[in-house]
Structure formats: structure tokens, C-alpha cells
Nanobody, 115 residues
Framework: QVQLVESGGGLVQAGGSLRLSCAASGSIFSINPMGWYRQVPGKQRELVARIRSGGRTDYADSVRGRFTISRDNAKNTVHLQMNSLKPEDTAIYYC?????????WGQGTQVTVSS
């Protein structure tokens, strides 16, 4: 069983920064990808950033250059550094861990960016 707990969300002004963290417990393997997704009411959950084996990363076009995903395999944590935040970044942010048979999600953390 895998459990994911996000932290670090909050309210910030446009142009500000936040750092999200996701602590994973259970059967976690560094070869499996972890990522951050976000969702706003009435819209589908979307990929924000993902980190795969070997440290390969993927970013949504809307956040590339502003957000940075990182992973500490020794601590089973993944972080999302968010800079130059915009009001359109407002969403609930979810952490995901993917193994070949299943995907696990955290409970989400709210990020609100005021203009």
C-alpha cells in the first residue's frame, strides 16, 4: 500500500512563490514516476510536472520555466517549486505515484494566487 501526503499549499500574491511537498510511504521505488497534477472545479485534472527514472522531467507548457519538480529518493519525497505564480495557477494540487499496476493519489493541497 502507498500513501501520499501533500503539504505547502496556501494563499500567495501573483508573482510570488510556493513550494509543495509530497511525502510518500509504503512500497515506493525510484524507477516509478511521481508527479504533480492540478484541478479546478468543472475541469479535468491536468498534469503539471512529472519526474521519471533517471531524473527525467516533463512539464505542462503553461508552467515550464516557472515550476521545477524534484525528487529525493532517499526520503521518498517529491517537491514542486512554483515561482512567478499567476492567478490561473489557482487549483487543488495533487501528488501522484505510478507503478505498473496502479496509480496512487494524495488528498490534494489548495493553491490560491491572488491578483
Amino acid at each position: 500500500q502507498v500513501q501520499l501526503v501533500e503539504s505547502g499549499g496556501g494563499l500567495v500574491q501573483a508573482g510570488g512563490s510556493l513550494r509543495l511537498s509530497c511525502a510518500a510511504s509504503g512500497s515506493i521505488f525510484s524507477i516509478n514516476p511521481m508527479g504533480w497534477y492540478r484541478q479546478v472545479p468543472g475541469k479535468q485534472r491536468e498534469l503539471v510536472a512529472r519526474i521519471r527514472s533517471g531524473g527525467r522531467t516533463d512539464y505542462a507548457d503553461s508552467v515550464r520555466g516557472r515550476f521545477t519538480i524534484s525528487r529525493d529518493n532517499a526520503k521518498n519525497t517529491v517537491h514542486l517549486q512554483m515561482n512567478s505564480l499567476k492567478p490561473e495557477d489557482t487549483a487543488i494540487y495533487y501528488c501522484k505515484y505510478q507503478n505498473p499496476g496502479f496509480e496512487y493519489w494524495g488528498q490534494g493541497t489548495q493553491v490560491t494566487v491572488s491578483s
